[in-house]
């Protein structure tokens, strides 16, 4: 489930031991995606709009963006990102590369992380590595949250994910253009 830039050895000496691949890209034999997008049939979409009628989610939530990152030293430095995005916005950061450990906070205030998590609009669901298709559970997390996901992808497939279901960085001319929009 790990990109080639987190692994610590090399896989071309697996090459002819295998004839089929499970990864997460698309081109793998079989696919093993963190998350799987799925079409509501008339029938269930009926249901999920008696089930949340007119919820405003947005509205629901009292912070704005949070993200967590444990792994300090990423291919993808996304720590640089979360830097430049404080500058403009509110970004409470968690984990071990930040001085807020959700389980410390979470056991403070008797919640979970995700319960903690589940109260910003936004969550930075950078990814440790900018591989073809890698999307992990950052994403699908966020919108079991219900929380608008903030990604940082730059080759990844619209089959694998849900259109429309996030803010990517790479899609704006800078990170205070990208701000303003989620202040907006």
Not at 62 to 78: H, L, P, Y
Not at 81 to 96: A, C, E, I, N
Not at 154 to 164: A, C, D, F, G, H
Request: proline letters at 3%.
């Amino acid at each position: 489930m790990e990109p080639p830039s987190n692994m610590f050895w090399d896989p071309a000496i697996l090459n002819g031991v295998f004839n089929w691949t499970a990864w997460y890209r698309q081109d793998a034999t079989l696919m093993w995606l963190y998350g799987h997008k799925y079409t509501l049939n008339r029938s269930e979409s009926n249901d999920a709009r008696e089930l949340f009628g007119n919820t405003n989610f947005h509205k629901e939530k009292t912070r704005e963006v949070a993200g967590m990152i444990s792994n300090c030293k990423d291919q993808a430095e996304r720590y640089k990102l979360v830097h430049k995005m404080q500058k403009y916005v509110t970004v409470d950061m968690y984990g071990g590369c930040y001085d807020r450990l959700c389980e410390r906070v979470s056991k403070s205030e008797n919640k979970s992380c995700d319960e903690i998590l589940k109260q910003y609009k936004f969550y930075l669901a950078f990814e440790n590595s900018l591989c073809k298709d890698y999307v992990t559970e950052k994403y699908w997390n966020a919108l079991k949250r219900e929380q608008i996901p903030i990604v940082n992808w730059k080759n990844i497939s619209e089959n694998i994910v849900i259109p429309k279901s996030y803010i990517n960085v790479y899609d704006f001319k800078d990170i205070k253009s990208l701000a303003n929009y989620v202040k907006k």
